[in-house]
C-alpha cells in the first residue's frame, strides 16, 4: 500500500542531501527579523510569524539527517509571507519600491541562472 500511496520514496533518501540554500535563506530573514524587530510593525500576525520563523530555524537542521524533515519546516516557514511584506513597512516610498524591485530583479536572476526545465508529470516519459 505504501508504492501506492507514493511513500516509498521516504525509506530511500539520500545521506548527502541537505537544504543548503534554503537553510542560508531563512538565516538571512532570520538574522533581519530579530535585528529589525523592535522596528516591525506590533499586532498579533508579526508576533505569530517570529514564532513560527524560529520554529523552522530549529527544524531545518533536521534536513540535513533525514531531507523528509522539509515537510515540516514548510509547515512554519508559511509565515515568513506574512513577515516579509512587514519589512518593506520599513521604507518610505521611494526605497521601499527600490526594494521590491532589488528582491523582483534577485529572484528573477536566479529564475534565468539555474534554467529549470518545467514539464508536467503526464508528458515526463
Given amino acids: 500500500i505504501g508504492s501506492f ?3 516509498e520514496d521516504y ?4 545521506e548527502a542531501a541537505g537544504a ?3 537553510m542560508a535563506i531563512l538565516a ?6 530579530m535585528i529589525f524587530y523592535k522596528k516591525l510593525p506590533k499586532n498579533v500576525d508579526t508576533d505569530y510569524a517570529v514564532v ?4 523552522a530555524m530549529i527544524f531545518v537542521s533536521f534536513t540535513f539527517v533525514n531531507p523528509a524533515a522539509m515537510r515540516v519546516v514548510q509547515y512554519f516557514s508559511v509565515f515568513i ?16 519600491f527600490l526594494a521590491v524591485c532589488a528582491c523582483h530583479a ?5 529564475l534565468i541562472l539555474k534554467m529549470p526545465e518545467y514539464t508536467f508529470v ?4
Fill in 20 to 22: 543548503y540554500t534554503f
Fill in 81 to 96: 509571507m506574512i513577515l516579509i511584506p512587514r519589512f518593506f513597512q520599513l521604507f518610505d516610498t521611494r526605497s521601499r
Fill in 52 to 55: 513560527a520563523l524560529t520554529f
Fill in 5 to 7: 500511496l507514493g511513500y
Fill in 122 to 125: 503526464f508528458s515526463q516519459v
Fill in 28 to 33: 538571512i530573514i532570520y538574522i533581519a527579523t
Fill in 106 to 110: 534577485v529572484l528573477i536572476l536566479s
Fill in 11 to 14: 525509506a530511500n533518501w539520500n
